[in-house]
Nanobody, 113 residues
Framework: QVQLVESGGGLVQPGGSLRLSCTVS????????MDWYRQVPGKGRELVAN?????KRTHVGAAEGRFFISRDENMLYLQMNSLQPEDTAMYYC?????????WGQGTQVTVSS
């Protein structure tokens, strides 16, 4: 059984940086796509970035140029720089293998002075 656990969220001032981590337990080698999503209250989850086997990365919208997704064995990371108040959200780790989708419980990021 695959489980995802995020960490690294917190309160940061505008312009600051955070690094989110996602620990994958179970058959992590079967997961061929991993993503970071975020969600604010009252809105749906939006894709922030993803990485596929082979290393191809996509950063979406405002994440491009400021965030960087990376993966190392059973760990997924999101380096977030130049954070702004509009980046405040719950950030979720997501992975998928041939048959299933897996979600973590989320980690809160708050950008405020």
């Amino acid at each position: 059984q695959v489980q995802l656990v995020e960490s690294g969220g917190g309160l940061v001032q505008p312009g600051g940086s955070l690094r989110l981590s996602c620990t994958v337990s179970g058959a992590h080698d079967k997961i061929n796509i991993m993503d970071w999503y975020r969600q604010v209250p009252g809105k749906g989850r939006e894709l922030v970035a993803n990485i596929v086997n082979g290393g191809k990365r996509t950063h979406v919208g405002a994440a491009e140029g400021r965030f960087f997704i990376s993966r190392d064995e059973n760990m997924l990371y999101l380096q977030m720089n130049s954070l702004q108040p509009e980046d405040t959200a719950m950030y979720y780790c997501h992975g998928q293998d041939q048959f299933n989708h897996y979600w973590g419980q989320g980690t809160q990021v708050t950008v405020s002075s």
